[in-house]
């Protein structure tokens, strides 16, 4: 794969039977005797709005017995300096530790060792000692769950795939968070509770030293990876339709013009409106310009939640394919609650506007799945978007988002609760910064000179136009076709996080979302993938079946897909790349 696709280098660190993969400043991969025991340890420094400092190694010492990161952070108004250390304490056991010190006072919302837990725990038992010495007995989460899953960790415990493993932690109160929500492939520990008052202050000179000692035992199982990667497709309902988003990119648009309308493609053009700011009426005038049906989502004016009457008016004469509207603070924040609805419909009946009303959640399937009891009844479809990159950069998460993606949809559509399920916008990184604790900055004028929403703020992924998005966007739709979902909206139509760059040339997934979108109401064909990295989704045309197959892996992969009742194909996939049957 190339370089801009990837994170950067891998090294591997062996001592006796544990071993782990350097990442950057990351632990990744830790396992004993073969076996992966945690995802990944390392250290985080997070400001008051939960943006992450970078964390610069300058130093590697690597032993037998230990691997030492010296570090200092980089951003943000962070100043620490210290180590992130890998030591092994004995036979089965291994220690990692942190010891930074803040340079200058710093206001932060977490700041030490976070720790993940591989998705392959879920439903395995788990027994967590409290810092009192009583020990809860529970289990790793099978569903995705909207709360913390343990609170008040000292130390946890499980067996799986033939190992177990103690885990003691020190330094501060630790506690657990499922960051599937996210699409993260992992459930997280981490340390300071949510509960305490954040952002907290380290002091000049201070210091943050935590440790977490690992104590394994058994000798690790696993089935031997299969030389070809064997998928089954069953037919089922019509494969969602293909949306984009509307670019939030600063004004000029290209030369060609905004992403071409044809007969499939795009499905709608998603669009994101905030009342308060002073060009959103500019905003939808460019959506329009593409000729697609709009999806039209309103963020609310807080201070003067009335202005949603103008802004429904500016709809007429427009084709619209669904609406709803968002607060942007209080106790639904980003959530279409039945205040919200209530004031949209209000709207449309004094407009004479007669618009599918949608709800759900502005931001991620989290804050779905935690307060979709807020959602009113009557609704005609359920939303909420998806990013892989909310926790990490990294590329390793950009691709074992894919499997949680599955996880998501397949919980999102059980939520709905037979209503059509309205996925998007997906995009590489967040189009806002929902955890935010101070305001996201406004355009300063009326037009688009400078763009709009996430064109304010730090939301461009240099791999928007790599050549190896467009096998991931084809297996991201595979996970994410699952029977329920109506629509998946993917990136903006032009732009840094377009389909089409500034200068009106293709990026190259462009070419995957045309596939995908030529597969639109067709019956679908949908599998599981075998291992997280190889996808396939199919879907009977006149013509016949038309499959796509996708390898996320860093080799080329034999790929046997079985459709049911018709067909084998073999085929070979290069990595990080797709190919039409």
């Given at each position: 794969?190339?370089?801009v696709?990837?994170?950067g280098?891998?090294?591997?660190?062996r001592?006796?039977?544990w071993?782990?993969?350097?990442?950057?400043?990351?632990?990744?991969?830790?396992a004993?005797?073969?076996?992966?025991?945690l995802?990944s340890?390392?250290a985080?420094?997070?400001?008051?709005n939960?943006d992450?400092?970078?964390?610069?190694?300058?130093?590697?010492d690597?032993?037998?017995?230990a691997l030492?990161?010296?570090?200092?952070s980089e951003?943000?108004?962070a100043?620490?300096?210290?180590?992130?250390?890998?030591?092994?304490?004995?036979?089965?056991r291994?220690?990692?530790l942190?010891?930074?010190?803040?340079a200058s006072?710093?206001?932060t919302?977490?700041?030490?060792?976070?720790?993940?837990?591989p998705p392959a725990?879920?439903g395995?038992?788990?027994?967590?000692?409290?810092?009192?010495?009583?020990?809860?007995?529970?289990?790793?989460p099978?569903?995705?769950?909207?709360h913390?899953p343990?609170?008040?960790?000292?130390?946890l415990?499980?067996?799986h795939?033939?190992?177990d493993?103690?885990?003691?932690?020190?330094?501060?109160?630790?506690e657990?968070e499922d960051?599937?929500?996210?699409?993260d492939?992992s459930?997280?520990t981490?340390?300071r509770p949510?509960a305490?008052?954040?952002p907290?202050?380290?002091?000049a000179?201070?210091r943050?030293?935590?440790?977490?000692?690992i104590?394994?035992?058994g000798?690790?199982s696993?089935?031997?990876?299969?030389?070809?990667a064997r998928i089954?497709l069953e037919e089922?309902?019509p494969?969602p339709?293909?949306?984009?988003?509307a670019?939030?990119?600063p004004?000029?648009?290209?030369?060609?013009?905004a992403v071409?309308?044809?007969?499939?493609?795009?499905a709608?053009v998603?669009?994101e409106?905030?009342?308060a700011t002073?060009n959103?009426?500019?905003?939808?005038a460019?959506?329009?310009?593409?000729?697609?049906?709009?999806?039209?989502r309103f963020?609310?004016?807080?201070a003067?939640?009335?202005?949603?009457?103008?802004?429904?008016?500016?709809?007429?004469?427009?084709?619209?394919a669904?609406v709803?509207?968002f607060?942007?603070?209080?106790?639904?924040?980003?959530?279409?609650?039945?205040?919200?609805?209530?004031?949209?419909?209000?709207?449309?009946d004094?407009?004479?506007?007669?618009a599918?009303?949608?709800?759900?959640?502005?931001?991620?399937?989290?804050?779905?799945n935690r307060?979709?009891?807020?959602l009113p009844?009557?609704?005609d479809?359920?939303?909420?978007?998806?990013t892989?990159?909310?926790?990490?950069?990294?590329?390793?998460?950009l691709i074992?988002?894919?499997?949680?993606q599955?996880?998501?949809a397949?919980q999102?559509?059980r939520?709905?609760?037979?209503l059509p399920?309205h996925?998007?916008?997906i995009?590489?990184?967040?189009?806002?910064?929902n955890?935010?604790t101070?305001?996201?900055?406004t355009?300063?004028?009326?037009?688009?000179g400078e763009?709009?929403?996430?064109a304010l703020?730090?939301?461009?992924?240099p791999r928007?136009?790599a050549?190896e998005?467009?096998?991931?966007t084809v297996a991201?739709?595979a996970?994410?076709?699952v029977p329920?979902v109506?629509?998946?909206?993917?990136?903006?139509?032009?732009?840094?996080?377009g389909?089409?760059?500034?200068?009106?040339?293709a990026?190259?997934?462009?070419?995957?979302?045309?596939v995908?979108?030529?597969l639109?109401g067709?019956?679908?064909?949908?599998g599981?993938?075998p291992?997280?990295?190889?996808?396939?989704?199919?879907g009977?045309?006149?013509d016949g079946?038309?499959?796509?197959?996708?390898?996320?892996?860093?080799?080329?992969?034999?790929?046997?897909?079985?459709?049911?009742g018709?067909?084998?194909?073999r085929?070979d996939?290069s990595s990080?790349?797709?190919v039409r049957?």
């Amino acid at each position: 794969m190339g370089s801009v696709w990837n994170s950067g280098p891998v090294h591997e660190w062996r001592s006796g039977a544990w071993s782990l993969e350097l990442r950057d400043d990351e632990f990744a991969d830790i396992a004993y005797d073969g076996g992966i025991v945690l995802r990944s340890v390392c250290a985080v420094v997070r400001d008051r709005n939960w943006d992450t400092a970078g964390l610069v190694v300058d130093r590697v010492d690597a032993s037998d017995i230990a691997l030492t990161l010296h570090v200092h952070s980089e951003g943000l108004g962070a100043d620490m300096r210290g180590i992130v250390r890998a030591e092994v304490r004995g036979p089965g056991r291994l220690r990692v530790l942190t010891d930074l010190e803040s340079a200058s006072e710093f206001a932060t919302n977490r700041t030490g060792l976070v720790l993940l837990h591989p998705p392959a725990l879920a439903g395995a038992e788990l027994h967590v000692r409290h810092a009192d010495g009583a020990v809860t007995h529970s289990r790793f989460p099978a569903d995705i769950s909207p709360h913390q899953p343990a609170f008040d960790i000292a130390g946890l415990s499980w067996a799986h795939s033939g190992l177990d493993v103690d885990l003691r932690l020190a330094g501060d109160v630790f506690e657990m968070e499922d960051q599937r929500n996210w699409t993260d492939a992992s459930y997280k520990t981490y340390s300071r509770p949510l509960a305490l008052p954040f952002p907290y202050t380290l002091d000049a000179g201070e210091r943050v030293v935590q440790t977490i000692d690992i104590a394994v035992t058994g000798t690790a199982s696993g089935a031997p990876a299969h030389p070809v990667a064997r998928i089954r497709l069953e037919e089922g309902p019509p494969l969602p339709a293909i949306g984009v988003a509307a670019s939030t990119a600063p004004d000029p648009a290209p030369p060609v013009g905004a992403v071409s309308r044809d007969s499939s493609w795009p499905a709608s053009v998603l669009v994101e409106l905030d009342l308060a700011t002073r060009n959103w009426r500019a905003a939808l005038a460019r959506a329009a310009a593409s000729g697609a049906p709009l999806d039209v989502r309103f963020v609310l004016d807080e201070a003067d939640p009335s202005r949603i009457g103008e802004a429904v008016h500016s709809l007429r004469g427009l084709s619209v394919a669904r609406v709803t509207a968002f607060w942007p603070t209080g106790p639904a924040q980003h959530l279409s609650d039945s205040g919200a609805i209530a004031l949209l419909r209000r709207a449309l009946d004094e407009a004479g506007l007669d618009a599918a009303v949608v709800g759900g959640a502005r931001s991620h399937f989290t804050e779905l799945n935690r307060e979709h009891h807020r959602l009113p009844g009557g609704l005609d479809g359920v939303v909420f978007s998806t990013t892989p990159l909310f926790h990490s950069l990294s590329g390793a998460q950009l691709i074992e988002a894919i499997p949680m993606q599955r996880l998501v949809a397949t919980q999102g559509v059980r939520i709905a609760a037979g209503l059509p399920v309205h996925i998007g916008p997906i995009s590489l990184r967040p189009h806002f910064n929902n955890v935010a604790t101070t305001p996201p900055p406004t355009p300063p004028q009326d037009d688009l000179g400078e763009g709009y929403g996430p064109a304010l703020i730090d939301s461009v992924d240099p791999r928007q136009s790599a050549p190896e998005l467009a096998a991931w966007t084809v297996a991201s739709a595979a996970a994410l076709a699952v029977p329920g979902v109506s629509t998946l909206t993917y990136f903006e139509e032009w732009g840094l996080r377009g389909v089409i760059a500034t200068d009106g040339s293709a990026l190259p997934v462009l070419d995957a979302v045309t596939v995908l979108a030529a597969l639109s109401g067709r019956p679908g064909l949908r599998g599981q993938s075998p291992d997280g990295l190889v996808w396939a989704l199919g879907g009977r045309t006149d013509d016949g079946d038309t499959l796509v197959v996708a390898n996320l892996d860093g080799r080329r992969r034999a790929v046997e897909v079985e459709v049911e009742g018709r067909r084998t194909y073999r085929v070979d996939v290069s990595s990080a790349g797709f190919v039409r049957l």
